[in-house]
């Protein structure tokens, strides 16, 4: 997502480096807003090196691309670290008076700030009364940590960690796009999404070509139904979007255990995921090496559980989620056309919805546009959605809530 992060002039300015790294590896785009008081303490060549975009703290740099209007208005989470006692006190004033400033007021999405000062500071009437102002706006202002200051002093006022900033600005992200009264609101909903990969040697592994795209459509669409989303990750093309729940698994196996562990507390499963059907029978220690003698090497493969099918077996005796969604990529055959396969699967897996794929002819795999049809065990009418991966995701979740519901 894109992020502004908004430094203010203290000696922790130094840590928030390490936070600019953390939200570029999570895949985030980021502009930094360092304040005039900030540069004295970290250049504007780190927060440009490290962020990969120019970098200014004047509404008077770039004057044709009106920067505070343009950043403000396209970020979708503003994280300030170290917020200072001055930046606080502009914020909640609603100055406009520096570059930072002037895009917090022009700001839509959520604003996050991590103070630190010192103690004093920190307790001072007049900070505590702007930490009010602001959060009474629905801006989130997190506690500092207590400890070492800056001289000998310690005390409320330091930086919290740069991990710990990710995570509770990330949460108020998460808070933020929650609809009250989604359709899947206070629902938990797990979603598998991307492709396993199994091992064959330390260097080689079977997988496919799943990029994951729709998977993650899906966890953004029921995020922005409501629901709290545990996202179960195999290899995926594209980043994972913040405020999800993640759990990573590579192979099917690993994918089925994280998937057992979420389904006592979902109800919902979405199998988006490419599970391999079948895995190397020997995983070797060692790189297969080529043979001397010219041989082909043989690699056996044996089944991987059908995860699917254990959830809804679950279901049975009691412990499963109020509606498992099955996906079915298809080509079709001289068996039958995609849909003929499809109904075959509905009935096998036993899940309530199939969401079929036709995958014949290059269609699909890493694509933006998709079509899909999803399938009912209640006997309904098989209904075609085409679109973008989110379009398709939000009717896959509306026709859940409705299951739900029923
Ligand atoms: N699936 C699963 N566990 C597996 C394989 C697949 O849970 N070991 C899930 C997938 O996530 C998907 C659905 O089952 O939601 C359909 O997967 P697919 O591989 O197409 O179905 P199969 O039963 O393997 O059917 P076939 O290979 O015969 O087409």
Redesign the pocket.
Known sequence: MRIVLGVGGGIAAYKVASLLRLLTEAGHCVNVIPTEAATRFVGTATWEALSGNPVSNSVWDDVDRVNHVRLGQEAELIIIAPATADVLARAAAGLANDLLTGTLLMATGPVFFAPAMHTEMWRHPATQANVAMLRSRGVTVMEPASGRLTGADSGPGRLPEPAEILAAALKAYDVAQVPIGGELAGRTVTV?AGG?QEPLDPVRFLGNRSSGKQGIALAQAAAAAGAHVHLIAAHLEVPVPAGLQVTRAGT?RE??SA?LAALPTSDIL????????FRPAEVTGTKIKKNDDGADPVITLI?????????VELRRTGGGPGVI??????TGDADGDPLT?ARA?LL??G?DL??LNDVGQGRVFGKDETAVTILGADGSEPVTVSGSKREVADAVVTRVAEALAG
Do not use: Q, S, Y
């Not at 991987?304 to 099918?309: A, S, V």
């Not at 969604?325 to 298809?330: I, L, P, Q, R, T």
């Open positions: 598998t396993t099917a994918l089925r998937v979405i199998m988006a995921a490419a599970v391999a059907d089944r991987n559980p059908d995860i699917l099918r254990e959830a969604v099955g996906f079915a990529a298809e396969h699967k096998r897996k899940c199939l969401v």
